[in-house]
């Protein structure tokens, strides 16, 4: 065990690694709601085609772009959050970013203030608690901020984007592949300002067999509401419909009920064995009620934010059945 395992926002892997991936997660959510532009770099090790990239998708228009770039163009920092991916910067501080294809081109800076960072303590590095000890897991999942606000601009193709006053929410993977199928709900742009919603369900092979794992928390009032496989919670319901997913999930004090609403959907290249070659549905632009209750099932809390961010992998119902 390294001293890394506790700061699961920095690179974990290194460049002779074959067959892993890593990637951060950086979304931007306009203070209008009108703009949402999240940035994905990373690195993805194989064989044959080892390489860095910069994934960007625009949450209204649910277009999408794979930037790739060598992989000696790839730098980072041990110690803290700062990811260097050609000549666009990413750090838990600010990012600036230098992005051009054929058909996307992205200036800008932008700076993070008021983070709202996921609790760690000896026992659990992070959001997958103690889960973050266990070897040979496919896929392993960091939270960097659950919330934070944003100051300064960036140019899309010829046309500024002021993202001042905005929200912002980071997050990483690494490992050697996504799971086969997962729903991955993520929300901070709620009429209360302190308040973020992020879940995760997977089928988690390992070992030869697979288990149905969950994470998932509140914030809310300045606290964190945690519901999750290894601190005993459980998924009491789930259903959907092309347009709606229902869930509830329950820890030994609270039940928290969730509503999506699917919107716009974009492509994005998630790894299979470290390359980048599968392809998935995410949206920014979903819709997301929560409901708090106490174990009385008295309401404590409800809410709703625009601007959601959905992944659905269908198969993850029929292992919820």
């Known amino acids: ?7 699961p926002e920095v690179f974990q892997g290194n460049l002779k690694m074959k067959n892993h991936f890593e990637g951060w997660y950086f979304k931007h959510v306009s203070n209008d709601l009108n703009n949402v532009w999240s940035f994905i770099p990373g690195v993805s090790l194989t064989d044959k085609d080892s390489h860095s990239f910069i994934q ?19 730098k980072w920092d041990n110690k803290n959050l700062y990811v260097k991916v050609g000549n666009s910067v990413f750090t838990d501080k600010d990012v600036d970013l230098k992005i051009e294809n054929e058909s996307l081109k992205v200036s800008g800076h932008i700076d993070y203030n008021n983070l709202t960072r996921y609790p760690k303590n000896l026992l659990s590095p992070g959001i997958m608690g103690w889960y973050s000890f266990v070897p040979f897991m496919e896929c392993k999942h960091g939270i960097v901020s659950v919330n934070h606000n944003l100051k300064g601009a960036l140019t899309v193709n010829g046309s500024g984007i002021d993202f001042s006053g905005g929200k912002g929410y980071i997050e990483k993977d690494w490992g050697t592949s996504f799971p ?3 729903l991955w709900i993520q929300a ?3 009429s209360n300002n302190d308040t973020a919603f992020t879940f995760s369900v997977a089928k988690i ?10 994470i998932a928390f509140l914030h809310y009032n300045k606290k964190f ?4 496989t290894y601190n005993n919670s459980s998924i009491t319901e789930i259903n959907h419909t092309n347009e709606h997913i229902n869930l509830s999930i329950k820890n030994s004090n609270s039940t928290l ?17 470290g390359l980048m070659s599968r392809r998935i549905k995410e949206s920014i632009d979903s819709e997301v009620i929560i409901s708090l209750y106490d174990k009385k099932h008295n309401l404590l809390y409800t809410d709703t934010s625009r601007r959601a961010g959905l992944e659905v ?6 292992y919820l059945k």
């Not at 509401?225 to 999750?228: E, I, V």
């Not at 969730?258 to 994005?268: D, H, M, N, W, Y």
């Open 180 to 182: 086969e199928a997962w």
């Open 225 to 228: 509401h945690l519901f999750s």
């Open 188 to 190: 901070n742009n709620f």
């Open 257 to 273: 009920k969730i509503s999506v609403l699917r919107k716009t959907f974009g492509e994005l290249r998630a790894p299979a064995s």
């Open 205 to 214: 092979p390992w070992l030869g067999k697979f288990f149905i794992g969950f």
């Open 1 to 7: 065990m390294t001293l890394k395992i506790y700061k």
């Open 56 to 74: 960007v998708i625009n949450g209204i228009s649910g277009e999408t772009e794979y930037i790739r770039y060598p992989l000696d163009s790839f």
């Open 313 to 318: 992998i269908e198969k993850i119902f029929e």
